[in-house]
């Protein structure tokens, strides 16, 4: 039995979506839908949490992988940045030069448990809330968006892991894929992560 960590914040847990759960909720039923007698078995792991950063990804891997540590091996998911790169009163919640040694020291963690490890990039934001203030007082750009994506694109070449861009997937149609706050995928967003997940996890099937 082989598990898949998906760690990440608010768009991770699926936040906003109140159809299907979000991507991975998605790709968690795909998984046990194909599952049967004398295939591998994939149990799926949402550790998506609201409002996370890569400073509480670091405190908190370390006991998240001891206890769900499979020993016929660990498919893992890093997904940060959408949070990591909104800035409170002029000031980003996590620096670039941060956020990079963040997801070096969790890539390290993941290593002890797992070879197979994918870096997801950061979401477009919408053209309505790009550059402006939130009613939670954040503000993110989409400037910034390509400078973490870069940097997580960077670690992925440099550590030869896999980089999956939903990005791109999303760049020309975002108006459409985001929920009304900008941020957040709605349920076709959703389902379009899914869709380029899924041949993903086929692989370990």
Excluded: C
Excluded at 44 to 56: A, H, V
Excluded at 73 to 98: H, M, R, T
Excluded at 133 to 142: A, D, L, Q
């Amino acid at each position: 039995m082989r598990y898949g960590l998906f760690f990440g914040d608010s768009i991770t847990y699926g936040e906003y979506d109140g159809v299907f759960g979000g991507w991975v909720d998605i790709l968690k039923r795909y998984a046990l839908q194909k599952y049967n007698e004398g295939s591998n078995e994939l149990i799926l792991f949402n550790l998506g949490i609201g409002g996370e950063t890569t400073e509480g990804l670091v405190a908190r891997m370390p006991h998240e992988m001891k206890a769900r540590n499979s020993t016929d091996g660990n498919i893992i998911f890093i997904g940060y940045g959408a949070n990591d790169l909104a800035s409170k009163d002029g000031i980003q919640l996590v620096s670039p030069e941060k956020f990079r040694i963040n997801i070096e020291n969790a890539i390290q963690n993941a290593k002890q448990y797992s070879s197979d490890i994918y870096l997801v990039s950061i979401l477009p934001v919408s053209e309505s809330i790009d550059s402006k203030v939130s009613p939670t007082g954040k503000v993110r750009t989409n400037e910034d968006v390509l400078i973490y994506n870069q940097i997580l694109k960077d670690i992925a070449n440099e550590s030869s892991l896999s980089y999956i861009d939903f990005h791109s997937a999303f760049l020309q149609d975002k108006e459409i894929l985001l929920s009304q706050d900008g941020v957040h995928p709605n349920e076709k967003g959703y389902g379009i992560m899914a869709e380029i997940a899924i041949p993903i996890i086929e692989k370990y099937l």
